[in-house]
């Protein structure tokens, strides 16, 4: 079971950037991937409809030997995480993008936390549960933010529009006075350096993909889980193949990215 791959997955492709953390991190770790490009992006979608996709995706995996499951998405994290746990096998561990985050702020004395994602995210109110459980000092101001992932995903995160829409989301009364911002999206992290320069560093980013990959990283060496066959594997798969997921792919896991088309769903 030590030889198996990572499972990765989430609606598209913002979820390489924890991919590509992964790799960094566990450099001898082989990893699969998969985007639900048919579906994406679940912030638009139903809780009913993220846990649906979640669970199948998630039989995939394990069906392709997967010794780990990591939900690579905010928005299926916050409303199919329990729902997978309850379907993965008890010695399989499963990761989500929120609890480790939720984790990197439970010695904070006070302080105010902004959450910026999708609407489906924010909808879920759980990173504000969650947040507060963990440590009741903090003061937690949670924004929807739909417009960046789409703007990410349509590749306009290097260009000059794309700050005047970081700018309005950014300038809302929501995040006034925040001392941390967390990035509930694995498609932020390619805006990063856009938002820290937005608050000048007087923020601090929390950036999911890093602390979900040491978080992997701590549990597979408790659990004995770590390779020792010394040679990574990278699988990608979509389920809808399409021309900008392939132009994007490689710039998001900053990697190159050979795609294979899988047909989940079934007409």
């Given amino acids: 079971m030590k030889n198996r791959p990572i499972g990765v997955f989430d ?30 992006p679940y912030g638009d979608k139903s809780d009913d409809a993220i846990r649906s996709f979640s669970l199948r995706i998630t039989k995939f995996l394990l069906e392709k030997g997967a010794k780990a499951i990591v939900i690579a998405c905010n928005s299926a994290s916050s409303h199919a995480f329990d729902a997978v746990r ?14 480790p985050v939720v984790e990197s702020l439970r010695g904070l004395e006070k302080g105010i936390v902004g959450v910026i994602g999708t609407s489906a995210t924010i909808r879920s109110h759980m990173y504000r549960s969650k947040i507060t459980l963990a440590n009741p000092a903090l003061i937690v101001s949670e924004l929807p933010t739909p417009l960046l992932a789409h703007m990410i995903e349509e590749g306009f995160f ?15 009364p929501a995040l006034d006075g925040i001392d941390h911002l967390i990035l509930a999206c694995t498609h932020y992290p390619l805006i990063q350096d856009q938002i820290q ?4 560093k007087e923020v601090k980013i929390l950036n999911s993909a890093e602390l979900v990959a040491l978080e992997v990283k701590e549990v597979l060496e408790k659990k004995n889980l770590l390779t020792n066959s010394g040679e990574s594997n990278y699988q990608f798969f979509v389920t809808d193949f399409t021309e900008s997921f392939d132009k994007s792919a490689d710039h998001f896991f900053q990697g190159r990215v050979e795609l294979e088309e899988v047909k989940l769903w079934k007409e």
């Fill in 11 to 40: 609606s598209g492709i913002g979820g390489l950037t924890v991919a590509h953390a992964l790799r960094e991190a566990l450099p001898n770790e082989s990893l699969m991937y998969l985007g639900d490009t048919a579906h994406l």
């Fill in 86 to 99: 309850e379907l993965v096998p008890d010695e399989i561990p499963v990761f989500n993008v929120i609890d």
């Fill in 158 to 172: 290097t260009r000059s529009v794309s700050q005047a829409v970081i700018s309005e989301y950014l300038n809302d």
């Fill in 197 to 200: 320069s937005h608050f000048q």
